[in-house]
């Protein structure tokens, strides 16, 4: 049973890696756990088991298959002008082949429909956009943000360059199926629908979430008020519970609220202390250093909540408010027991239809699995 019941039959969470060995590139076309991978960040499941990662520091989406091989789906390309932040997208590979495209650090992916087509949405961090690899395999540039902090919303086409997405981060699909950015510089989440499948460029943008102002992190922002008109602290992470609440990571902030389906911003974790503490006791009066990516785990009435500083994965009981840490803080590097691993930073979270944890280990090159549900066999 590898380890998931203890002597006395007790439940044991255990970690195992997924892809990656070390941190560097290499290993298209085979064995994702043999591949590796620098400083990955955002993840996303598709339908068909398909698992997406955002290879920062390479400059690619990868997938992985259900049967564990792994491939380049976008990014890659040597363009003159990749190094340059200011270079138009038109130098970085658009309308051409994905693969053959320069990202700059990719940081969200998510798989996306046109009409009964499939695509993938990509957010580059250092390069202020919002691409798409469309059916047919090409690339283009949605949103070309700026390198400023921008307040526009409303149709793409006819802002142009007056949208403005400042180091977009997560990417997730909202319960109606528009796509939700993390506009991390601009302190706010972005709602974006494409009315016309066949026309990206229909695409709106509106603002769920922040009021383009970084609050202080020692002030908490009042329970109850408008979500558009409350302050963030640069959110990164975010993620839908099944009843259409909206759990944000506030990276600076050293938070993690929740935005209700009638739009009201409520505060969920984190005391605003950069000092990891309080398991066992109150989420709110928790220090929770940097939390990055977040997961919400309906059949068991919680999210996990991981973080950058002190790396742990910690679980927030929704009902009673009660935090505890579920992976992290120990000293094993390599897969085994969860309450014994030493995590890096935790770039991107996403549960699984089984109710087992991906997550990406930044620092170490690796997606890795927290099993929380019964394993194979078992």
């Known amino acids: 049973k590898k380890g998931w019941e203890g002597l006395l039959?007790?439940?044991?969470?255990?970690?195992?890696?997924?892809?990656?060995?070390?941190?560097?590139?290499?290993?298209?076309?085979?064995p994702a756990r043999e591949a590796?991978?620098?400083?990955?960040?955002?993840?996303?499941r598709g339908t068909d088991g398909t698992i997406y990662v955002a290879d920062s520091a390479n400059g690619r989406i990868r997938a992985i298959s259900p049967a564990g091989?792994?491939?380049t789906v976008a990014g890659g390309g040597t363009a003159a002008a990749s190094s340059s932040l200011t270079a138009s997208a038109d130098l970085l590979g658009d309308g051409g082949p994905a693969t053959g495209a320069v990202l700059q650090e990719p940081r969200g992916v998510l798989p996306i429909t046109f009409g009964f087509l499939s695509g993938i949405a990509i957010t580059e961090f250092a390069g202020m956009r919002l691409r798409v690899v469309l059916p047919d395999g090409t690339l283009k540039t949605l949103i070309q943000g700026k390198f400023s902090q921008g307040t526009e919303d409303?149709?793409?086409?006819?802002?142009?360059?007056?949208?403005?997405?400042?180091?977009p981060s997560a990417l997730l699909k909202a319960p109606d199926g528009a796509i939700v950015l993390v506009d991390t510089g601009n302190n706010v989440l972005r709602r974006i629908t494409i009315p016309n499948p066949l026309d990206p460029e229909s695409?709106?943008?509106?603002?769920?979430?922040?009021?383009?102002?970084r609050r202080n992190n020692?002030?908490?922002?009042?329970?109850?008020?408008?979500?558009?008109?409350?302050p963030l602290a640069n959110p990164v992470g975010a993620c839908f519970a099944s009843d259409g609440t909206l759990f944000i990571t506030e990276l600076s902030g050293h938070h993690v609220v929740k935005v209700s389906p009638d739009g009201k911003l409520y505060n969920v974790a984190g005391s605003g202390g950069d000092v990891l503490?309080?398991?066992?006791?109150?989420?709110?009066?928790?220090?929770?250093?940097?939390?990055?990516?977040?997961?919400?785990?309906?059949?068991?009435?919680?999210?996990?909540?991981?973080?950058?500083?002190?790396?742990r994965i910690r679980a927030v009981d929704l009902k009673t408010g009660v935090i505890s840490t579920i992976a992290g803080g120990g000293e094993q590097t390599e897969d085994g027991?969860?309450?014994?691993?030493?995590?890096?930073?935790?770039?991107?979270?996403?549960?699984?239809?089984?109710g087992n944890l991906l997550f990406t280990d930044s620092q170490s090159g690796r997606v890795r699995r927290l099993w929380l549900a019964d394993p194979p066999g078992n």
């Not at 590796?36 to 996303?44: F, Q, R």
């Not at 409303?154 to 180091?167: C, D, E, M, N, Q």
């Not at 709106?204 to 102002?213: C, K």
């Open 154 to 167: 409303g149709p793409i086409a006819t802002l142009k360059t007056r949208v403005s997405i400042h180091f």
């Open 218 to 230: 020692l002030v908490q922002v009042a329970d109850g008020t408008r979500a558009t008109q409350a």
């Open 69 to 71: 091989k792994i491939r």
């Open 9 to 30: 039959g007790q439940r044991l969470t255990v970690i195992e890696t997924v892809a990656g060995s070390k941190s560097g590139y290499g290993g298209d076309d085979g």
């Open 203 to 213: 695409a709106v943008i509106e603002r769920l979430a922040g009021n383009y102002q």
């Open 277 to 311: 503490n309080g398991d066992g006791g109150q989420a709110l009066q928790a220090g929770m250093p940097y939390p990055s990516a977040v997961a919400c785990d309906d059949a068991r009435g919680r999210i996990l909540v991981g973080n950058w500083q002190a790396p």
């Open 36 to 44: 590796k991978l620098l400083a990955p960040n955002g993840l996303a």
């Open 337 to 354: 027991l969860a309450e014994s691993s030493s995590l890096t930073d935790i770039g991107g979270m996403v549960l699984e239809p089984d």
